[in-house]
Structure formats: C-alpha cells, structure tokens
C-alpha cells in the first residue's frame, strides 16, 4: 500500500486563526514533511461540487483538519463521500478561545503560532503514518 495517497481537507476559514494554523500545517506536511504521499484537497471547492476532490474522499483515506468545533472538513466529507478516516480539531488542542483569534495573516503570525503550525503538521504526519502502515 505504499502508493497511496492520504487526502488532507483543511479547514478554509479566513476569518480565524485556527483556519490559518489549519492550512498551514496541511501545506507543510504536504510540501515538506510527507512529499508525495499527502494531496489537499479544497473545502470550498469540494462544498461547492468538485467532482475531482469528492471522487478522491470516496476513494482514499482522508484525515479532515478543522480548526474549530464546528468541524466544516469533517462535515463536508461525510455529506459528499463518506466517512474521514481520522479528524484533527485545532479548537480541542489549543482551546477554543484561540483559534477564534482574529489574527490571520501569515504576516501577523508570532513565533508561538509557527509552534502550533508545527504541532499540528506533526499530528498529521502521526495520522498519516498510520494510515500508510495498515
């Protein structure tokens, strides 16, 4: 099974630091830390109907990251292709309070949010790895 792919759908939310934090992470590992072994997918094109990314969720494992409780990743998958294979919840690491933070500009980010970037890129990264090993 050491080609598959892993999907990652990543929270979209602007608004909100943990959206940031969320796509941040799922770059890094995409980019960085699991090259060639982890595709995004996009939450707003997947919700808007893209055939392409819902086709991949019914085929492949795909980890849904949120980055508040109202887990939007999560849901869209499970309305369009079926069940994720693991959710990770910005909001239930960090609290709630904090990822509803109005900070949201890569340029704004401090230090301790490029620390949550990576804490989340490595809890994918863990998910993922246990996914490629089944």
């Given at each position: 099974?050491?080609?598959?792919?892993?999907?990652?759908?990543?929270?979209?939310?602007?608004e909100?630091?943990?959206?940031?934090?969320?796509?941040?992470?799922?770059?890094?590992?995409?980019?960085?830390?699991?090259?060639?072994?982890?595709?995004?997918?996009?939450?707003p094109?997947?919700?808007?109907?893209?055939?392409?990314?819902?086709?991949?969720?019914?085929?492949?494992?795909?980890?849904?990251?949120?980055?508040?409780?109202?887990?939007?990743?999560?849901?869209?998958?499970?309305?369009?292709?079926?069940?994720?294979?693991?959710?990770?919840?910005?909001?239930e690491?960090f609290?709630?309070?904090?990822?509803?933070?109005?900070?949201?500009?890569?340029?704004?980010?401090?230090?301790?949010?490029?620390?949550?970037?990576?804490?989340?890129?490595?809890?994918?990264?863990?998910?993922?790895?246990?996914?490629?090993?089944?």
């Open positions: 099974m050491a080609d598959i792919q892993v999907g990652v759908l990543s929270c979209s939310g602007e909100f630091l943990g959206g940031t934090i969320a796509r941040l992470a799922t770059r890094k590992v995409m980019e960085e830390l699991r090259t060639g072994k982890v595709v995004t997918l996009c939450l094109l997947y919700i808007a109907g893209g055939d392409e990314e819902r086709e991949f969720a019914k085929n492949y494992p795909v980890i849904a990251v949120d980055g508040c409780g109202k887990c939007c990743a999560k849901k869209a998958t499970v309305k369009f292709s079926g069940a994720v294979r693991d959710t990770i919840i910005l909001s690491l609290g709630e309070d904090v990822v509803l933070s109005d900070i949201v500009s890569a340029r704004d980010l401090k230090e301790e949010h490029y620390q949550m970037v990576d804490k989340v890129a490595e809890e994918i990264c863990k998910k993922v790895d246990t996914i490629l090993a089944e």
